[in-house]
C-alpha cells in the first residue's frame, strides 16, 4: 500500500524524456519522485527534436506516467522546463486531473509554448517511447 501524499507533495504527469528510461529519466531527482501509474491524457505530441511537447486537450493522447514529487522536484522540473512565470518561458505548467487505473489524481503537466510547434511534426501515437 502507497503512503498517503502530504501536503507539501505533488503528482506530476511526464510523457517525453523524463519518463522511466528517458534522457532525463525523473529517478535521478531527490527526493526520489514515486511512481504511481501510467496514464493517458487528452492532447497532441510534437516532436522537437531530442525532446517531445506536449499541446494540451482535443481528440488526441498522449501516454505517460505519473509521480508524486516532492516540492524541491517541481523546482528543478520547472527549470528543466524552462517556466518562466511570464509565460514565455519553453513550457508551461499546467494542472489537470489524470486517470491512474481507477483513481483520479489532479497532476502538473508541461504544456509546450505554442510558439515552439510551428513546422513540427506531431507523433500520431502519442508515445514518444512508440516506434515511429
Known amino acids: ?5 502530504t501536503r507539501t ?15 532525463n529519466d ?16 487528452a492532447g497532441t505530441l510534437y516532436d522537437l527534436g531530442p525532446y517531445p511537447g506536449a499541446v494540451l486537450g482535443g481528440e488526441g493522447r498522449i501516454v505517460g506516467e505519473v509521480y508524486r514529487i516532492a516540492p524541491e522536484v517541481e523546482a528543478e522540473l520547472d527549470l528543466l522546463e524552462g517556466v ?18 481507477a483513481e483520479r489524481l489532479h497532476c502538473l503537466v508541461y ?21 515511429v
Do not use: C, N
Open 84 to 101: 518562466l512565470a511570464d509565460g514565455t518561458g519553453e513550457y508551461l505548467k499546467r494542472e489537470l486531473d489524470v486517470m491512474v487505473g
Open 9 to 23: 507533495t505533488r503528482h506530476v504527469f511526464v510523457y517525453g524524456t523524463l519518463r522511466a528510461g528517458g534522457s
Open 111 to 131: 504544456e509546450i509554448h505554442p510558439s515552439r510547434i510551428e513546422g513540427r511534426r506531431t507523433i500520431d501515437s502519442g508515445d514518444w517511447f512508440a516506434p
Open 26 to 41: 525523473i529517478a535521478r531527482y531527490r527526493p526520489r519522485p514515486q511512481h504511481v501509474g501510467d496514464g493517458i491524457i
Open 1 to 5: 500500500m502507497m503512503p498517503h501524499p
